[in-house]
């Protein structure tokens, strides 16, 4: 992807995520999260720099979840981003979209983090429960899914 990909190319990949039922499909043999991208992204660029041929900027990951796991972690007072980290089943798939950058690549940075019902759907960033409790439980639940419900309509 790197030879023909000119500077500051956008790519976008999706894949099932690893911790769901869905990679686990016959014929899946890789199963995909995060990692696998802020490894050469973000966390060591100028060691891969060389096997990929050009410099890659992870600027996005973009997380899949059900209108019903977003329910079962508001019943139950969950953050989305701590579900992400130790949970399996939270997210359906996901994307990630990489800058490709052969020269003048800029310095590496945290992707954004983001979620929605669908990859077309609004994203929303996926908040950090370090420092973001979620609110109490059934009004944070009733607040995002009329937030998202609103757009859909919208369009």
Not at 92 to 105: L, Q, S, Y
Request: net charge neutral.
């Amino acid at each position: 992807m790197s030879r023909v990909a000119v500077n500051g190319a956008e790519l976008e990949i999706w894949t099932p995520y690893a911790w769901t039922n869905e990679a686990f499909i016959y014929t899946h043999r890789t199963f995909f999260n995060e990692l696998h991208y802020l490894h050469p992204c973000y966390m060591f660029p100028d060691h891969w720099r060389e096997i990929l041929g050009a410099r890659w900027q992870l600027t996005e990951v973009q997380f899949i979840v059900t209108d019903e796991v977003l329910a079962d972690l508001g019943r139950n007072g969950m953050s989305l981003d701590f579900a992400l980290k130790y949970l399996k089943g939270v997210v359906v798939e996901f994307g990630v979209r990489i800058r490709i950058w052969h020269e003048d690549a800029p310095e590496a940075t945290p992707p954004l983090r983001t979620w929605s019902f669908t990859r077309e759907g609004e994203r929303l960033p996926v908040v950090d429960a370090r420092h973001n409790p979620p609110p109490a439980r059934a009004g944070w639940l009733r607040r995002v899914v009329a937030r998202v419900h609103r757009g859909a309509a919208a369009r």
